[in-house]
């Protein structure tokens, strides 16, 4: 592998309300798709030897939209299951757990379709990820959610899970992982569309 590009799905109606969205399936909203849209050039003329997505519809249609063809479904990449505290706000939970912070407390468990999932459950499917990337040629492109890409740049820099609370990560924005000198670097993040002509 030379690189890998991360791309976070655009924007959804709970994103821009700041609700956790783990397992729900929400469709991307007309700025989302703009986001989605405005990927593109990141992803023309280039080749990708893997290209692996969220099974959730916001991740596969931002692929869609970015003009990504070809792509893998992969279960792994959904996002952290929130328990619990799905669909539901930090000032809301903060409100019953003063001082609550996902990357520290976790989350409670939730119903069947929305039973709960520790860091280090989190970080187990992005060390699969990491391992499919590696084994494979060329570029690799990946399409998730914020917290999980967040645990698996952690993971891919040799940190533990919960140091993911570092690299705050917004909709419709790309990301990139590579090597310097053979060793796994961070060589951009949560950039915005507009800083294309930079990178």
């Excluded at 703009?34 to 692929?63: D, H, I, N, Y």
Aim: negative net charge; glycine residues 12%; hydrophobic residues 40%.
């Amino acid at each position: 592998m030379d690189e890998m590009l991360l791309l976070r799905h655009g924007a959804t109606e709970w994103s821009q309300a700041g609700k956790h969205t783990g397992r729900t399936d929400l469709p991307l909203i007309g700025d989302g798709e703009e986001q989605a849209r405005a990927l593109a050039p990141l992803v023309k003329g280039r080749e990708f030897g893997l290209v692996l997505v969220s099974p959730a519809q916001r991740a596969r249609r931002t692929a869609d939209l970015a003009g990504l063809n070809g792509y893998q479904v992969d279960a792994d990449l959904w996002e952290w299951d929130y328990g619990g505290y799905e669909g539901i706000t930090t000032p809301e939970i903060r409100e019953n757990r003063p001082g609550w912070y996902l990357w520290r407390d976790g989350v409670i468990p939730g119903d069947a379709e929305h039973p709960g999932e520790s860091a280090a459950q989190v970080a187990a499917r992005a060390d699969r990820v990491i391992e499919r990337a590696r084994a494979a040629e060329g570029r690799v492109a990946l399409v998730a959610h914020g917290h999980f890409l967040r645990v698996l740049a952690a993971r891919w820099l040799g940190l533990g899970p919960a140091e993911g609370r570092l690299f705050k990560l917004d909709t419709g924005t790309y990301s990139r992982l590579g090597f310097e000198h053979a060793e796994p670097v961070l060589m951009a993040w949560n950039a915005p569309v507009d800083c294309l002509q930079a990178s």
